[in-house]
Nanobody
């Protein structure tokens, strides 16, 4: 059974940085894309960024130029480098993997809190 375990969250002041990591517990065959979502209190879960198997990236407008998504060489760990953090970036961050044919994996989430 595949498990995704996020790490790297925490409390940081506005303008600071955090780096989230999410390794898969076992090698996943046929990954189509790996990504990060977040959910702020009282709001729906939203896409932050994803990266495809061909290394194309997509970012939410709110994080463009501040966040960078990447994977390791094996393609089984996804990272999210978050710079110039703002209070509105506060929330629980979840990693997600989509694989062939329709496998969908989610982590348990890691809390990110940005103080003003």
């Amino acid at each position: 059974q595949v498990q995704l375990v996020e790490s790297g969250g925490g409390l940081v002041q506005a303008g600071g940085s955090l780096r989230l990591s999410c390794p898969a517990s076992t090698r996943i065959i046929g990954i189509k894309q790996m990504g990060w979502y977040r959910q702020a209190p009282g709001k729906q879960r939203e896409l932050v960024a994803y990266i495809t198997s061909s290394k194309s990236t997509v970012y939410a407008d709110s994080v463009k130029g501040r966040f960078t998504i990447s994977t390791d060489n094996a393609g089984n760990t996804v990272y999210l480098q978050m710079d110039s953090l703002k209070p509105e970036d506060t929330g629980v961050y979840y990693c997600h993997i989509l694989a062939w044919p329709n496998a969908d994996y989610w982590g348990q989430g890691t809390q990110v809190t940005v103080s003003s």
